[in-house]
């Protein structure tokens, strides 16, 4: 009978850091995963704290962590070459067979733009797979904007709008998410697809204005942060209704996934 | 066909099953109440016969006994990991039908819902269940409504009266312990067929139930204690917890402990946002819980009408009133 509250021991291949408080970890990983699944990550007498999948490599896992508590607080302590503990993949993750051949709408915001990076970066290479990609992201401030690097790449590869709350610098777009929304011309509405993922009240918003450009509900898929303790349907802390976010979640097609409420 | 003990049988019979099982039942533990000078009855390693309660309904449930308050999942060295034992001994616990079937609940959740659960899966394999006929139905206990109130598939049924014992045993093992014992009789298992409460569950509530006003109410009133939770048979909310010792911070365990879903901090995420902040919100959450969303994905109900959290608020918040105001929003 397996344990699968057992965690594997994981190597920091290489960490990236974005802002003071959220690093790009690069894990040692073999094995299936998608974007959107995650990782029950820990540190022995710390705890336990479930983390998106930001990137999948032939070996490795990037995980996005922000140092908000006293798990990932040690995580930050941590260097190259060190290790921690991890548990999973968990959830559905995002299936790319949804947006294969349709022309695929990404809007993330904030720390929403980890689950659908990988999403984001295989369509950017598998560009055929896609009639058109647009990326709209949303971040507080210049200072909170994550995955620099990857911005550089996808300018070329996709219709990308970056864009931050507010900002002292003229060379940045500044309003939220939702503003862009109604600039994007889709050839097709019918055979477009979005994604949306980022706060609740966000993700409600950027829905509505998808809404309003002609697309329907089972076009829309979003993907729910809730408290995930275990992981394995067990816990409950994550459930919505009938719906275990860690097991049957968390990315939802919109028409399922407005029926579920805290 | 079942066997007939009487009292002082009853003690050797005892004595027996404690050789191959540890013993757990409702037993009495004296002063601990919540007010001066109460008792409470709840689950716990029996040392006679007589410790077993029979007359009153057990404050908190059997689930204590499977699936611990606090339990030690794995234990931390400096580089180590190491997977906590699990009990020792087989056992032997004694409960009611409806605790029976909130079993069927427990098993659910920790063995299909998902992954099977290590932990709950080496206890439950260990444990055999003896159901205690009920004489009279409790304060507060609607197990007919529920469908509760009868059980077939124990491991051993028994049931006390004036004369002693009336048992009947499911089970291989018990079958070969108490064999040359008692005498064999011809008499069918007692259960409770009325309840002073009856409840009627709504089986068709309104999509907008959520929203109604009528959770407002509990918003002042609940406390968020969590007590409910704490009786309940069927609710199965854990958190993980990791500790180390203060005598030696290199050496730990990581622990799953009992969560409720009315106390705060229940649905905090990383950075700060909390879902269902008020006490009403979180009302409605179990409650639904209870009578829909759990049957909308198993099919069946996962309250059994126990009554234990209608006894047990300390708010005189009733679930059971709540159940009916339910009923009169159906089909609307």
């Given at each position: 009978?397996?344990?699968?509250?057992?965690?594997?021991?994981?190597?920091?291949?290489?960490?990236?850091?974005?802002?003071?408080?959220?690093?790009?970890?690069?894990?040692?990983?073999?094995?299936?995963?998608?974007?959107?699944?995650?990782?029950?990550?820990?540190?022995?007498?710390?705890?336990?704290?479930?983390?998106s999948v930001s990137g999948i490599g032939e070996d490795y896992?990037?995980?996005?962590?922000?140092?908000?508590?006293?798990?990932?607080?040690?995580?930050?302590?941590?260097?190259?070459?060190?290790?921690?503990?991890?548990?999973?993949?968990?959830?559905?993750?995002?299936?790319?067979?949804?947006?294969?051949?349709?022309?695929?709408?990404?809007?993330?915001?904030?720390?929403?733009?980890?689950?659908?990076?990988?999403?984001?970066s295989y369509f950017g290479e598998h560009q055929n797979e896609v009639k058109k990609l647009h990326t709209i992201l949303g971040f507080k401030s210049p200072s909170d904007i994550l995955f620099r690097e990857d911005l550089k790449k996808w300018e070329q590869q996709m219709d990308l709008i970056l864009t931050v709350d507010s900002s002292d610098d003229d060379s940045y777009r500044t309003g939220l998410?939702?503003?862009?929304?109604?600039?994007?011309?889709?050839?097709?509405?019918?055979?477009?697809?979005?994604?949306?993922?980022?706060?609740?009240?966000?993700?409600?918003?950027?829905?509505?204005?998808?809404?309003?450009?002609?697309?329907?509900?089972?076009?829309?898929?979003i993907s729910q942060e809730r408290k995930m303790c275990c992981g394995l349907g067990k816990c409950g802390h994550c459930r919505m209704n009938d719906t275990y976010i860690c097991l049957d979640g968390p990315v939802f097609c919109y028409s399922e996934g407005k029926k579920l409420f805290d | 066909m079942g066997k007939r003990f009487n009292n002082d049988e009853m003690q050797k019979i005892f004595e027996i099953l404690q050789e191959s099982y540890d013993v757990y039942g409702p037993r009495i533990y004296q002063g601990t109440g919540c007010f001066s000078d109460t008792d409470v009855i709840r689950y716990g390693r029996l040392d006679s016969w007589e410790e077993l309660v029979w007359d009153q309904k057990s404050d908190y449930s059997f689930k204590e006994v499977l699936f611990p308050i606090s339990e030690t999942i794995l234990y931390f060295t400096e580089n180590e990991m190491k997977t906590a034992d699990g009990a020792a001994r087989q056992r032997l616990i004694f409960l009611k039908s409806c605790d029976f079937h909130a079993l069927k609940r427990l098993d659910e959740m920790y063995l299909k819902n998902g992954a099977e659960d290590y932990y709950y899966r080496?206890?439950?394999?260990?444990?055999?269940?003896?159901?205690?006929?009920?004489?009279?139905?409790?304060?507060?206990?609607?197990?007919?409504?529920?469908?509760?109130?009868?059980?077939?598939?124990?491991?051993?049924?028994?049931?006390?009266?004036?004369?002693?014992?009336?048992?009947?045993?499911?089970?291989?093992?018990?079958?070969?312990?108490?064999?040359?014992?008692?005498?064999?009789?011809?008499?069918?298992?007692?259960?409770?067929?009325?309840?002073?409460?009856?409840?009627?569950?709504?089986?068709?509530?309104?999509?907008?139930?959520?929203?109604?006003?009528?959770?407002?109410?509990?918003?002042?009133?609940?406390?968020?204690?969590?007590?409910?939770?704490?009786?309940?048979?069927?609710?199965?909310?854990?958190?993980?917890?990791?500790?180390?010792?203060?005598?030696?911070?290199?050496?730990?365990?990581?622990?799953?402990?009992?969560?409720?879903?009315?106390?705060?901090?229940?649905?905090?995420?990383?950075?700060?946002?909390?879902?269902?902040?008020n006490q009403g919100e979180r009302m409605r959450f179990k409650v639904l819980h209870k009578i829909s969303d759990y049957k909308k994905r198993f099919g069946y109900h996962m309250c059994v009408g126990c009554g234990r959290c209608e006894n047990v608020c300390p708010e005189y918040i009733s679930y059971i009133a709540c159940l009916q105001k339910l009923k009169e929003k159906e089909g609307k």
């Open positions: 009978m397996a344990n699968e509250y057992i965690p594997f021991l994981s190597k920091i291949k290489e960490i990236v850091k974005h802002t003071e408080t959220e690093y790009t970890f690069r894990m040692t990983y073999v094995g299936d995963v998608r974007p959107g699944q995650f990782f029950e990550v820990s540190i022995p007498k710390y705890g336990e704290a479930p983390i896992v990037d995980l996005t962590i922000r140092k908000v508590g006293k798990v990932t607080g040690e995580i930050f302590e941590l260097n190259e070459g060190s290790s921690f503990f991890m548990r999973g993949p968990y959830g559905n993750g995002f299936e790319k067979e949804n947006y294969q051949g349709k022309e695929l709408i990404v809007v993330a915001g904030g720390t929403g733009v980890s689950p659908v990076r990988g999403v984001i998410v939702t503003k862009y929304i109604p600039e994007l011309e889709p050839d097709n509405i019918h055979e477009t697809a979005a994604i949306v993922v980022g706060p609740p009240v966000m993700m409600k918003f950027a829905v509505a204005e998808l809404l309003k450009l002609g697309m329907k509900e089972e076009q829309i898929w | 080496r206890m439950r394999e260990n444990t055999v269940f003896a159901v205690m006929g009920c004489k009279e139905s409790g304060k507060n206990c609607f197990c007919v409504s529920m469908g509760t109130n009868r059980c077939e598939e124990y491991d051993m049924y028994i049931f006390q009266d004036e004369k002693g014992c009336y048992m009947e045993l499911r089970c291989r093992e018990l079958e070969e312990l108490l064999w040359d014992y008692g005498q064999n009789v011809q008499e069918e298992p007692t259960f409770v067929e009325k309840n002073e409460v009856h409840v009627e569950v709504p089986e068709k509530l309104p999509d907008t139930i959520h929203q109604d006003s009528m959770w407002q109410e509990y918003g002042s009133r609940c406390i968020g204690c969590g007590r409910c939770n704490f009786v309940c048979p069927t609710c199965t909310c854990f958190t993980m917890q990791d500790i180390f010792y203060k005598d030696n911070p290199k050496a730990g365990e990581r622990r799953r402990v009992w969560a409720s879903c009315q106390v705060d901090g229940y649905s905090d995420i990383a950075g700060g946002h909390s879902f269902r902040q």
